[in-house]
């Protein structure tokens, strides 16, 4: 157990929907990195929050958005769903960003989308 | 294009066998490069290297890195059906905030 709990664990949406995806970090974290996994691949960045703003950002459209709150637990929203959109969404928390790609970083164990 | 590649794909063995996994990367400004156990959904950490032929071990678990050749291997001793499960290997960079993953390396461990 991490400490890093995400919600809801499972989902189904229709294509062109939306969907909000919830995370808590771990107690004292105040980073907050989501990381799309498609079947059969590894994880793939897809941003980070720090201190609620935005910091940085992996190869994914302005559809996919998120929010970090004062607490620093965090949201990831995808609009106009596609069917590639299908994924395991994987939240992860750290200290800080320097070390969001150390061993510090610790993973919620997910929710899994799928979208018709 | 930063990239993180690994094989095999899947691997099939039996109880008490020795697997090595490989990893190889290409990664801008290269810090770290970790692996994860990842059984259901979330990954768990395994080790992380930065030096180069500094071996790691924890218990039946060891890896090493070679920044000249850009891999590393995960060696996984005496293996158990516990130890089955998708082992995902990623690179981190100086001044980087998130880790490129590889495809990942599925093994089965049969009784």
Redesign the interface.
């Known amino acids: 157990e991490?400490g890093?709990t995400q919600s809801p664990t499972h989902l189904i949406k229709t294509r062109g929907q939306q969907v909000t995806l919830r995370c808590s970090s771990q107690s004292g974290h105040n980073?907050v990195?989501w990381?799309q996994q498609a079947l059969?691949?590894?994880?793939?960045?897809i941003f980070?929050y720090?201190r609620e703003e935005e910091?940085?950002r992996?190869n994914f459209p302005p559809r996919f958005s998120g929010l970090q709150f004062p607490n620093y637990s965090s949201e990831l929203n995808v609009n106009a769903l596609e069917l590639d959109d299908s994924a395991?969404y994987?939240c992860a928390s750290s200290l800080g960003?320097?070390y969001?790609?150390?061993?510090e970083?610790?993973?919620?164990?997910?929710s899994?989308l799928t979208v018709l | 294009e930063d990239k993180?590649v690994?094989s095999p794909l899947s691997l099939v063995v039996h109880e008490g066998d020795t697997v090595t996994l490989n990893c190889s990367y290409e990664v801008t400004n290269f810090?770290?490069l970790?692996w994860y156990k990842q059984e259901?959904?979330?990954?768990?950490?395994l080790?992380?290297l930065t030096s180069s032929g500094i071996e790691k071990k924890s218990g039946r678990l060891s890896s090493i890195l070679d920044k000249k050749e850009l891999f590393s291997i995960l060696n996984i001793t005496a293996t158990q059906t516990g130890d089955s499960a998708v082992y995902?290997c990623?690179a981190?960079?100086n001044a980087?905030?998130?880790?490129?993953?590889?495809?990942?390396t599925r093994l089965m461990v049969k009784p």
């Open positions: 991490t890093v980073t990195s990381y059969g691949q590894g994880p793939q960045f980070q720090y910091n940085g992996g395991l994987l960003p320097v969001a790609n150390t061993g970083l610790f993973f919620g164990e997910g899994r | 993180v690994q810090r770290s970790l259901k959904k979330a990954p768990t950490f080790f992380m995902l990623a981190g960079q980087g905030n998130m880790l490129t993953f590889g495809g990942g």
